[in-house]
């Protein structure tokens, strides 16, 4: 095998690449070394075909290869960019090809800032990637053709990746364990990222088409690579009527997303949603000037043009770009951003979000995504046939505290806990708040309208060992995008190192690991987790509001802890801020802190509710001085 420290690609980066040019670079020296759990997609020291992998797909011949696991077939054209004719507009089919195309080595991942997950030290400043990257990966049981004809079909698995969608690619992920395991099809999908996935431009809008105006370029390229797995995955024996989508964080987002599309309706029939949300796009703020940047609302078009226009030098400064945007027609804004260069485009992009919040989420337009959001949607009762997995990690916020310099320090280059209270606290009222509007509250209102198919999880494991005097359970416990490892079953020791992996903590991983993949493929087989492939596994139930008692969601940890867990315990809104008020390791401030961002960036309650809460601890305080100016120093979401 190739050295997968060359070859292999950092997923905890992978994830987070956004925040890294931020970071002190002796901090990412240490995350880079300690906590870099991946999932690196399996290489051979020889890259070559294999003739039963040899398959017929719409649009031409194609050849894979067998890496000693499983089949795989790599960089797969499903949709095609090929000019700035086709940016912000939905791609065209791809190009057919004759003879037999080799599709043994990954594909253009998207445009996206260059990190330590895409290039070298050295091209950092960069852009990277391509706008023509929409290309997809597949791994299979090993079946040849004539096996499939003959057997069962295997139901799919559609992974997308996270990444607050400006940043990510399909080939971090190595899924050949559940595939192996557990005989089912996964595959992997490209999307357009940052302002060439999601844009929302009144010009662009007003010359395009009531798709190509949606603003949603990169939730139409994941419709595009289902409308692909529908007409070709037969051919790799999948079942295109057992279509399961999934996706972490940002591509839980999208999952949500396509719950709530019109036009991708009959294309999946299962969905799984990871530390994902719900909450919508705004539309009319992504459409307008933004004088001072918001750190809860993110870029906007307008001000990437002004940006564009600074860049061309057909203004000197914003204020003078304002006077010549404001003069121009749309055909000629139209122009000037399809003309414009890709890397002119994302520089543009760099300049406008620069203090807004970076997670883009997809736009409720009325015609790709249901106009009045998601949840909506869904209780309006689209897909109300879909079974769906809602789940978060119990210390999801951790992994972006280690860089909030108010909680951890710096020595010799390594993060350090200033006060382990406040950090677990910070950590716990920011985590349940993702867990209470991802999972909570849009499984108890789907639940309450006799929505049966709904469950819910959380990924509690943290025990990760403890390295140069740092404990780091405590530093990173269950973070954002730990589990997936677990869920995809890659636990190749020389990517993971010795510093996530110990002798005391790879059984239970393991076996924590073959638990959770077990369930993700009963649930793609079948709709519902249950007791997992072995039918050994506890059960699984669906959310219940029959009473308190009823069952609402599994929790997934070691043999060494407390184990795989139905609990009947659930957030509602009124308990989080019940628990931040009374919680004893808070001083007010950071307890005021928590609520207004709970307000701010998580729409959880209206403006007055700041100092009305907790009979008014609030009042004699001013967010402006008091906190929010660190929200601008840490230039995102700050906890």
């Not at 419709?223 to 839980?252: C, H, P, R, Y």
């Not at 209270?421 to 985590?431: E, I, Q």
């Not at 079948?526 to 599994?554: C, F, H, Q, T, V």
């Not at 009042?619 to 100016?629: F, M, T």
Request: proline residues 4%.
């Amino acid at each position: 095998m190739l050295n997968n420290i060359d070859n292999c690609k950092y997923s905890f980066l992978k994830y987070n690449q956004h925040r890294i040019m931020r970071i002190n670079k002796k901090l990412i020296t240490f995350v880079l070394s300690l906590f870099l759990i991946t999932s690196c997609s399996f290489l051979v020291e020889k890259q070559t075909t294999d003739s039963n992998t040899l398959r017929k797909i719409e649009s031409g011949e194609i050849i894979g290869m067998d890496n000693g696991e499983t089949y795989q077939w790599l960089g797969i054209p499903y949709g095609s960019v090929p000019d700035t004719n086709y940016r912000w507009k939905k791609a065209k089919q791809p190009s057919s090809w004759e003879g037999v195309k080799e599709v043994i080595e990954f594909g253009e991942f998207c445009t996206q800032r260059s990190s330590l997950i895409n290039s070298t030290v050295s091209l950092w400043a960069n852009t990277v990637g391509s706008e023509d990257c929409l290309n997809l990966n597949i791994w299979s049981p090993k079946a040849n053709e004539n096996e499939i004809l003959d057997s069962k079909k295997y139901p799919v698995m559609v992974w997308i990746h996270g990444g607050s969608n400006m940043s990510g690619n399909s080939d971090f992920y190595n899924p050949m364990q559940l595939v192996k395991n557990h005989d089912v099809i996964v595959v992997t999908i490209n999307y357009r990222l940052g302002p060439f996935g999601w844009f929302n431009h009144p010009s662009i809008n007003k010359l395009s088409n009531k798709i190509n105006s949606s603003g949603n370029y990169g939730n139409l390229d994941t419709i595009q690579a289902l409308e692909w797995v529908q007409t070709n995955i037969d051919n790799f024996g999948g079942d295109k009527n057992n279509v399961t989508i999934f996706g972490e964080s940002a591509g839980g987002y999208n999952v949500a997303a396509l719950l709530s599309s019109p036009i991708a309706l009959g294309l999946f029939h299962k969905a799984i949603i990871q530390s994902g949300g719900v909450k919508p796009g705004d539309i009319d703020h992504s459409q307008s000037f933004l004088e001072e940047p918001l750190p809860w609302k993110n870029y906007t078009s307008k001000e990437l043009f002004n940006q564009l226009l600074i860049i061309k030098k057909m203004a000197k400064n914003r204020k003078d770009a304002l006077k010549v945007q404001s003069k121009m027609n749309d055909e000629t804004i139209d122009l000037i951003l399809r003309s414009a260069s890709t890397e002119d485009i994302y520089l543009a992009y760099l300049e406008a979000k620069i203090n807004t919040n970076e997670m883009l989420r997809p736009f409720p337009d009325g015609t790709v995504l249901y106009e009045g959001g998601i949840m909506k949607a869904l209780k309006k009762g689209m897909s109300a046939d879909i079974p769906i997995i809602f789940g978060t990690n119990r210390d999801e916020n951790k992994l972006f505290l280690i860089e909030n310099k108010r909680l951890t320090r710096s020595i010799f280059g390594l993060p350090f806990i200033k006060d382990i209270n406040y950090y677990n606290a910070v950590s716990k009222h920011r985590s349940n708040t993702w867990k209470l509007l991802a999972v909570d509250q849009p499984a108890r209102d789907l639940a309450n309208l006799n929505k049966k198919s709904i469950y819910a999880y959380r990924f509690d494991w943290d025990e990760e060992p403890k390295k140069y005097g740092i404990d780091l359970s405590n530093l990173l416990g269950a973070a954002h995008a730990f589990e997936i490892p677990f869920v995809m079953g890659d636990f190749e020791m020389e990517t993971l190192s010795d510093y996530m992996v110990s002798r005391d903590n790879l059984d239970g991983m393991q076996q924590l690991s073959n638990a959770m993949m077990s369930y993700w493929a009963e649930f793609a087989y079948n709709g519902d987790p249950g007791k997992g492939r072995s039918n050994e596994l506890p059960i699984w139930n669906a959310w219940s509001e029959i009473n308190d008692e009823s069952p609402k969601y599994m929790i997934f940890d070691s043999y060494r802890d407390r184990g795989i867990r139905m609990t009947n315990e659930s957030l509602t809104k009124e308990l989080l801020f019940a628990q931040i008020a009374e919680d004893e390791d808070l001083d007010i401030k950071y307890k005021c802190e928590l609520v207004d961002i709970a307000i701010k960036y998580d729409d959880l309650e209206n403006e007055e509710f700041l100092f009305e809460f907790n009979q008014g601890l609030c009042k004699g305080l001013n967010p402006d001085l008091e906190w929010r100016q660190y929200w601008y120093e840490e230039m995102d979401e700050p906890w």
